[in-house]
């Protein structure tokens, strides 16, 4: 998924997961280990959901992001 994944962020998720997976901390990782720094709760976030879910888990729900001013 890091590699082949259509979206960048799935890309951005699954590296900072297989740091975490290799030993690294997901602190270290959010400061340093990705293209740009995250907060780290955000990456335990990543975490969490990827635990109980799996790699559905990563994806952004629905709902998510600004609304459009106007309706259609």
Not at 38 to 53: C, F, H, I, K, M
Request: a positive charge; hydrophobic letters at 35%.
């Amino acid at each position: 998924m890091r590699d082949h994944a259509e979206k960048p962020y799935l890309r951005e998720r699954a590296a900072a997961l297989l740091k975490i997976a290799g030993g690294q901390a997901a602190y270290a990782v959010a400061q340093q280990g990705l293209l740009r720094p995250r907060q780290p709760n955000t990456v335990y976030e990543w975490l969490d959901r990827y635990e109980a879910e799996g790699i559905a888990g990563l994806t952004i729900r629905d709902g998510r992001g600004r609304k459009p001013a106007y309706e259609p």
